[in-house]
């Protein structure tokens, strides 16, 4: 296992709708980057990295991502991949990126 450098989240696709999802501490998806559990050591990541892929009715592509703990104590995205991803699709103007 590679050394974690920064706290990591769980992220993926709902297999349904196909909206960007993030692991939760409760084990369930939320499409808010903040909601997500954060590991702070790699085991914790493998594990979370685990429920997310013991739900392969539920969401496609799981990964982990890194992430840096805000002023608010929420996650925040460290490269711009994820800080995209957080807004949507890029092919039109509603939802996340409406309300940006």
Do not use: C
């Not at 709708?17 to 559990?37: F, K, M, N, Q």
């Not at 013991?54 to 703990?69: E, K, M, S």
């Not at 002023?71 to 957080?86: K, L, M, S, Y």
């Amino acid at each position: 296992m590679a050394r974690q450098t920064h706290p990591q989240i769980v992220t993926a696709n709902d297999l349904f709708e196909g909206d960007v999802i993030y692991l939760t501490a409760s084990g369930d998806w939320s499409r808010d980057h903040g909601d997500a559990a954060v590991a702070h050591d790699g085991e914790e990541a493998e594990r979370l990295l685990g429920i997310a892929n013991a739900q392969p009715g539920r969401i496609v592509g799981a990964y982990l991502a890194d992430v840096t703990i805000g002023p608010d104590g929420r996650p925040q995205p460290v490269h711009f991949r994820e800080a995209f991803r957080t807004r949507g699709p890029s092919n039109y103007f509603h939802g996340k990126q409406a309300e940006a």
